[in-house]
């Protein structure tokens, strides 16, 4: 059973740079069958997918954010991380790290992330960006 910790820092100001951290254990993160996402949810709004990885390092990103996020991971460490560039108040939700089947590049690229498409998921880390 795969189970995924995420950790941030939680508070930090507008025009930062953060980075989140998924730990995965249960799964190796370089299983060919898996692909690891970052979700966010807002204040009173739904789930959005912003990232993915697949298993040949094809990276997906929703247009909202593709100028300021970064996911990248650590194979040895097991581990998926999130970096978030220039952050705005907007920002501010709370983000989960997601593991599901890889659909394959030409799925996300048409589709994006999905939350249906995505049956591990951690318990999320509140990130929230204020002055």
């Known amino acids: 059973q795969v189970q995924l910790q995420e950790s941030g820092p939680g508070l930090v100001t507008p025009s930062q740079t953060l980075s989140l951290t998924c730990t995965v254990s249960g799964a190796s993160i370089t299983n060919s069958n898996y692909a690891w996402s970052w979700f966010r949810q807002a204040p009173g709004k739904e789930r959005e997918g912003v990232s993915s990885?697949?298993?040949?390092?094809?990276?997906y990103y929703a247009d909202s954010v593709k100028d300021r996020f970064t996911i990248s991971r650590d194979n040895a460490k097991n581990t998926v991380y999130l970096q978030i560039d220039s952050l705005k108040p907007e920002d501010t939700a709370v983000y989960y790290c997601?593991?599901?089947?890889?659909?394959?590049?030409?799925?996300?690229?048409?589709?994006?992330?999905?939350?249906?498409?995505?049956?591990?998921w951690g318990q999320g880390t509140q990130v929230t960006v204020s002055s």
């Open positions: 997601a593991s599901g089947l890889d659909r394959g590049r030409r799925y996300y690229r048409s589709r994006g992330v999905r939350v249906p498409d995505f049956g591990s």
């Open positions: 990885i697949t298993s040949d390092d094809y990276t």
